[in-house]
């Protein structure tokens, strides 16, 4: 069992950054493929970004990519998601999410075995 929480959303201008972090508790957190997924109001949930276990591969969104960066410190069991140059259109719950299978899969298939209750990310224009 993983227990999964989100901190760092909040309210940014256009233009400006945020960095969320997802905290994770017991001692297996590097045995999971981690992920950020997000849904606004009315839509489906959207994948963002996906690490593998060691950190080393990372899969992110074309609506993300360049802007979004995703890591992981797991000596801290903990996942971040930087982002800058945010948009009104990134407005969403920003979801954290733990998997058994690669990073590949979990981005594909927008499912994971654990989640975190998510953050909400504004960003006014």
């Known amino acids: 069992q993983v227990q999964l929480v989100e901190s760092g959303g909040g309210l940014v201008q256009a233009g400006g950054s945020l960095r969320l972090s997802c905290a994770a508790s017991?001692?297996?957190?590097?045995?999971?493929?981690m992920g950020w997924f997000r849904q606004a109001p009315g839509k489906e949930r959207q994948f963002v970004a996906t690490?593998?276990?060691?950190?080393?591969?990372?899969y992110y969104a074309d609506s993300v990519k360049g802007r979004f960066t995703i890591s992981r410190d797991n000596a801290k069991s903990t996942v971040y998601l930087q982002m800058n140059s945010l948009k009104p259109e990134d407005t969403a719950v920003y979801y954290c999410?733990?998997?058994?299978?690669?990073?590949?899969?979990?981005?594909?298939?927008?499912?994971?075995?654990?989640w975190g209750p998510g953050t909400q990310v504004t960003v006014s224009s």
């Open positions: 999410a733990a998997d058994s299978r690669t990073a590949q899969v979990m981005g594909v298939s927008r499912t994971g075995n654990f």
């Open positions: 017991g001692r297996t957190f590097s045995t999971y493929s």
């Open positions: 690490i593998s276990r060691s950190g080393s591969i990372t």
